[in-house]
């Protein structure tokens, strides 16, 4: 079970620490007056789904990042109870997180008062810096650590300024959690239960799912991505195979994938993303073993099966590829 700091800490540390950026930020740029908007308006379509009696969501546009989206091809969710609301995921840019914010406010008066990140790929934590004002605590996995303390964080924002501008601009910014998670979790808000499971590593080392235990609605990050091809990385597809299995067993009545529509038919969504990731491995394992390179690998492999998928063209020679290498790493008994 995680222990969250007392709000009131939180709240304290939080206006210290906004203190020190102002100064830091005014010693910074003097009397410049080019300085970017914080949060440059999202303007792509955006609306408030309800999944259950208390759990919304809105739902990111199919395909990859890109300016015409505006970044916006992540979901996010929220629960609102009668003591508060919980946040399940900010989208992937402070105009974005801002935007979702704001919808929020508009379907219920009641404060965001925590929200649960399902891993810090930048589509899907970037807008907390839309959030971090408010007296509310943002919880990860403990994993997430490891990234914060890479090269990988400044580099991801890097290539975001290029990629989202103006969406992802000067002034945006990591945010790290408040508490960080190494257990599951569970608690109570407005009469609700809240079970944080710890599933990682799968889709990335430090991927968390949250369930809504009465209403049944099992919030999956991107261990599950609904009607398209998912996006693999680096992740570790055994253990995302074995992390899928683990949320098939909470029989959820409807998922929220990280990506693509809810879902009121999650088990067969979730076998769909098992079954292409099972395939995946498989294939690329048999060309290894057989000491076929991955190009013949590729070409031999029949995808007709997911070849019309969304994202297919986009992802699928990738995630081979990268399936390829870690099984050929797991032969040669290299640890990445
Ligand atoms: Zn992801």
């Given amino acids: 079970m995680a222990r969250a700091a ?49 759990v919304y969501y809105v739902l ?7 300016t015409a989206n505006q970044g916006f091809n992540s979901n996010a969710g929220f629960v609102v109870t009668r003591d508060g609301v919980v946040v399940f995921d900010v989208l992937g840019t402070p105009a974005l997180g801002k935007r979702f914010a704001d919808l929020i406010a508009r379907t219920t008066p009641q404060l965001v008062r925590r929200i649960v990140i399902s891993h810090y790929h930048a589509d899907h934590f970037y807008g907390l810096q839309a959030f971090v004002a408010g007296e509310l605590q943002v919880w990860a996995d403990a994993r997430v650590r490891d990234y914060l303390a890479s090269d990988a964080p400044a580099a991801r924002l890097a290539e975001r ?19 960080y998670l190494d257990a599951d979790a569970v608690f109570q808000l407005g009469g609700l239960t809240f079970r944080v499971l710890r599933v990682g590593p799968a889709h990335t080392p430090e991927d968390l799912m949250l369930l ?33 299995d ?32 099972a395939y995946l491995r498989a294939q690329m394992a048999a060309a290894v073993e057989a000491g076929i390179d991955f190009e013949e690998a590729y070409q031999r ?36």
């Fill in 6 to 54: 007392p709000l009131a800490v939180n709240a304290l540390a939080r206006r210290l620490a906004t203190g020190l950026a102002l100064a830091l930020g005014l010693g910074l740029t003097g009397n410049s007056v080019a300085q970017p908007a914080e949060f440059e308006p999202a303007t792509v379509p955006m609306e408030v789904r309800k999944v259950s009696e208390h």
């Fill in 161 to 179: 300024r290029q990629s989202l501008g103006p969406w992802v601009n000067e002034r945006s910014r990591i945010v790290a959690p408040h508490t």
């Fill in 246 to 277: 683990r949320v098939l067993a909470f029989k959820p009545r409807i998922v929220v994938g990280g990506h693509g529509p809810a879902s009121t038919n999650a088990d067969a969504e979730l076998r769909t993303t098992r079954d292409y990731l």
């Fill in 212 to 244: 809504v235990e009465e209403e049944g609605v099992l919030f999956v990050g991107d261990l599950m991505f609904a009607g398209r091809i998912p996006f693999v990385g680096d992740a570790d597809v055994s253990a995302w195979i074995k992390a899928i």
């Fill in 60 to 66: 990111g546009q199919a395909g990859m990042v890109s």
């Fill in 301 to 336: 492999t029949d995808w007709s099966a997911y070849a019309a998928l969304p994202a297919f063209a986009a992802a699928n020679r990738r995630n081979a590829y990268q399936t390829y290498l870690s099984v050929e790493r797991e032969a040669l008994g290299v640890s990445k």
